[in-house]
């Protein structure tokens, strides 16, 4: 799976082997240390979350990657820059894109574009 926008067409047995996964993730962390080792994450918030913010960037760096945290009032998101293009270029820096974005559509064009 390249991206993941919606749980809609997941369906009960892919949704238990996530939570499954988890757990086994949860319970021995350092087993995992290097799983996403030099990878990078980048988080886009248009509506900002400390829990969503920590949790992510703390999961990227027990996970043994680092993220990037760009909130879109401090960006020319939407303005000079669109959202296609944001996710062009970003998806040539960073190797995951996580978005908590108003609008749906928005999302999809952001994993359409990346």
């Given at each position: 799976m390249k991206d993941l926008t919606s749980l809609i067409e997941w369906d009960s047995e892919m949704i238990s082997k996530l939570i499954k996964d988890s757990s086994k993730?949860?319970?021995n962390p350092k087993k995992y240390s290097n799983a996403l080792k030099n990878?990078?994450?980048?988080i886009i918030f248009e509506k900002p979350?400390?829990?969503t913010r920590i949790s992510f960037?703390?999961?990227?760096?027990?996970?043994g990657g680092y993220a990037v945290v760009m909130e879109t009032r401090d960006?020319?998101?939407?303005?000079k820059e669109?959202?296609?293009?944001?996710?062009k270029a970003s998806s040539r820096y960073c190797n995951i894109i996580a978005a908590?974005?108003?609008?749906?559509?928005?999302?999809?064009?952001?994993?359409q574009n990346s």
């Open positions: 993730l949860k319970k990878k990078s994450l980048l979350s400390m829990r960037q703390v999961g990227m760096h027990q996970l960006t020319p998101l939407g303005g669109s959202l296609s293009d944001t996710a908590r974005l108003f609008k749906q559509e928005d999302l999809e064009e952001l994993a």
